[in-house]
């Protein structure tokens, strides 16, 4: 069976989506069930992927990438996240929420620097902006980014950072004036070696467990001011900015999270049969994978479209923030959607860790939390149509 023909695709691009699932047929497909019972950061296929060119995809290639376009990127993670979203999320945050916002913001020094070695997958980036009290509203940061000549003095606590026990180097956001609120956040980008960081308590999930995430805890540490990222104050503008590339990567994940229910459940709808025939030709499961079927490839529909819109914003400077935001939380309530369904067409077995929909099911509902709530995602969306600032 195949997908609708609904998007006119590149050979650039086939070739790339072919290359990404076959890779996560062989060497992700085997250890995925491990890595989530055991918890433990999958840094073999990882380094892998970075050799392969998944880490950086719309990474120029004088910084390390494979130089492709948003549409390539959106193809590719589908396709990891179809066989486990742990490893999806962790080539999300190095594709977007790290390497994005450094080649949009950043110096040619900045760049060569700190992009090139995660974009080759030698090392591993991060993303931190989220607080113990501190997400969606910005303005309440606690934590406090203090100039001291050519220095910056960083103090305060972070919290569910992806990646954060392995991590090489983060994007941190910190408050430079706090009396500003939101236009008193700055970026910041920070050697995970630096004196005065430390990694806090890795946090027990209920999905994406292969996906290490903890603290990041700031006690008097110094970076030079050369490291911060844009004009103090452009942070707020710059994570904001950078968010409406990562919510592109989650809805890809859930699509490839909903893609993978959805396969199990067809099959076992084909399979299973109860008073002699298949329980699929019962009209209470066959309308369910209707329902499951239409609402993937309205899915799919919106996060190419988003694509689009980042690779024109390229060219353009403008946002797509509508179409990000559209894409996520279609994508992700549709994944929430298909995995529950999934396991109920499953019926016990569904239940059981014997089979990967139980794990479709734990994997699919971070998609509408993190990176926006699909309430705040809702928020942006009716703003938009209703000219709100």
Not at 118 to 129: Q, R, T, V
């Amino acid at each position: 069976m195949t997908n609708l023909p609904i998007y006119p695709l590149s050979d650039e691009h086939k070739m790339l989506r072919d290359a990404a699932r076959d890779f996560a047929q062989k060497e992700i497909a085997p250890v995925a069930a491990e890595h989530d019972e055991s918890g433990e950061f999958p840094h073999a296929t990882i380094k892998k992927m970075g050799e392969m060119g998944f880490m950086g995809i719309e990474v120029p290639e004088e910084y390390g990438g494979a130089g492709m376009d948003a549409l390539a990127y959106v193809l590719a993670l589908e396709e990891i996240c179809k066989v486990d979203a742990s490893h999806g999320v962790i080539m999300s945050v190095n594709n977007s929420l790290y390497c994005h916002g450094i080649l949009k913001f950043g110096t040619e020094e900045q760049k060569k620097k700190i992009i090139t070695p995660i974009a080759s997958g030698k090392a591993i980036g991060a993303y931190s902006l989220t607080e113990p009290q501190s997400g969606s509203d910005a303005g309440t940061m606690k934590s406090r980014a203090t100039r001291d000549g050519d220095f910056y003095v960083l103090n305060g606590r972070k919290s569910w950072v992806t990646s954060g026990p392995v991590a090489d180097y983060f994007v941190v956001f910190m408050m430079t004036d706090p009396e500003k609120k939101q236009k008193g956040v700055s970026a910041f980008l920070v050697d995970g070696k630096t004196k005065g960081l430390v990694r806090g308590k890795k946090e027990p999930k209920l999905g994406i467990r292969a996906s290490a995430t903890s603290e990041l805890i700031f006690e008097d540490c110094r970076i030079p001011v050369e490291n911060r990222l844009g004009a103090e104050g452009d942070g707020f503008k710059i994570a904001m900015t950078v968010l409406d590339a990562g919510r592109i990567g989650i809805a890809s994940q859930a699509l490839g999270i909903a893609e993978a229910a959805y396969e199990a459940a067809r099959q076992y709808a084909g399979q299973r049969e109860a008073f002699g025939q298949p329980i699929g030709a019962f009209q209470g499961t066959g309308f369910k994978i209707a329902d499951m079927k239409t609402r993937i490839e309205a899915s799919r529909l919106l996060i190419y479209n988003a694509a689009v819109a980042k690779e024109k914003s390229k060219e353009t400077g403008g946002r797509y923030s509508l179409e990000a935001s559209m894409a996520k939380l279609f994508a992700s309530e549709t994944a929430m959607f298909v995995a529950h369904q999934a396991v109920q067409i499953h019926g016990g077995m569904g239940y059981s860790k014997e089979l990967p929909v139980e794990r479709y099911f734990r994997d699919a509902k971070i998609t509408e939390i993190y990176e926006g709530t699909s309430e705040i995602q809702r928020l942006v969306i009716s703003r938009s149509e209703l000219g709100i600032k």
